[in-house]
Nanobody, 121 residues
Framework: QVQLVESGGGSVQAGGSLRLSCAAS??????MGWFRQAPGKEREGVTS???????SYVDSVKGRFTISKDNANNTLYLQMNSLKLEDTAMYYC?????????????????WGQGTQVTVSS
């Protein structure tokens, strides 16, 4: 059974940085990504990465967030810099994506439990 475990969330002031990690229990073919969901809002795709390291980002985080992965350790990362109040959300790791670099949660088969990111002024 596949498990994805996120870590690294927390509370930070606006302008600060956080690094999220997602450890997979085994190699999962397909695309991986980070999604977020704020209270009362739909889950939003933040970024995705393929096996060659090609990435896609939602416009609101371009230039501030960076996705990366360690294939040897089946770990996905999200470096978040210049955090804004609107980045506050539960962040989820996803894997097994079937559509190239998609930011739609529909195309991902495996999900972590989420890690909370709270940005304050």
């Amino acid at each position: 059974q596949v498990q994805l475990v996120e870590s690294g969330g927390g509370s930070v002031q606006a302008g600060g940085s956080l690094r999220l990690s997602c450890a997979a229990s085994r190699y999962i073919p397909g695309y991986m990504g980070w999604f977020r969901q704020a209270p009362g809002k739909e889950r939003e795709g933040v970024t995705s990465i393929d096996s060659d390291g090609i990435t896609s980002y939602v416009d609101s985080v371009k230039g501030r967030f960076t996705i990366s992965k360690d294939n040897a350790n089946n770990t996905l990362y999200l470096q978040m810099n210049s955090l804004k109040l609107e980045d506050t959300a539960m962040y989820y790791c996803a894997a097994g994506g079937s559509l190239a670099l998609s930011l739609s949660p529909y195309y991902y088969s495996y999900w972590g439990q989420g890690t909370q990111v709270t940005v304050s002024s």
